[in-house]
């Protein structure tokens, strides 16, 4: 059983920065992707960012040039550095783990139980 836990999310002002953590439990992490999702109220949890087993990255349009995911293979951890943060960043921060390959639009894999970004303006 995967089990995943984010932290650092809290309340920031319009142009500030925060750094999502998300530490996952079991060796099975160095063979996997992780990303970072989230889901603002009343709307559809979608993609910000993933990184490969092989450290090929990819951002949501929204996020480019403002977030920066990496990894940590000896601390089974996923970060999210987020910078230039903009009122319509607030949402839950959810991290995942899957196989690569899988469809980033898919909702498969592991997840965390989220960690709330606001962004006050």
């Known amino acids: 059983q995967v089990r995943l836990v984010e932290s650092g999310g809290g309340l920031v002002q319009a142009g500030g920065s925060l750094r999502l953590s998300c530490v996952a439990s079991?060796?099975?992490?160095?063979?996997?992707?992780m990303a970072w999702y989230r889901q603002a109220p009343g709307k559809q949890r979608d993609l910000v960012a993933a990184?490969?087993?092989?450290?090929?990255?990819m951002y949501a349009d929204s996020v480019k040039d403002r977030f920066t995911i990496s990894r940590d293979n000896a601390k089974n951890t996923v970060y999210l550095q987020m910078r230039s943060l903009k009122a319509e960043d607030t949402a839950v921060y959810y991290c995942?783990?899957?196989?690569?390959?899988?469809?980033?639009?898919?909702?498969?894999?592991?997840w965390g139980q989220g960690t709330q970004v606001t962004v006050s303006s």
């Open positions: 995942n783990l899957r196989a690569d390959g899988i469809n980033w639009q898919s909702m498969a894999g592991s």
């Open positions: 990184v490969t087993t092989r450290g090929s990255v």
């Open positions: 079991g060796s099975i992490f160095r063979i996997n992707a």
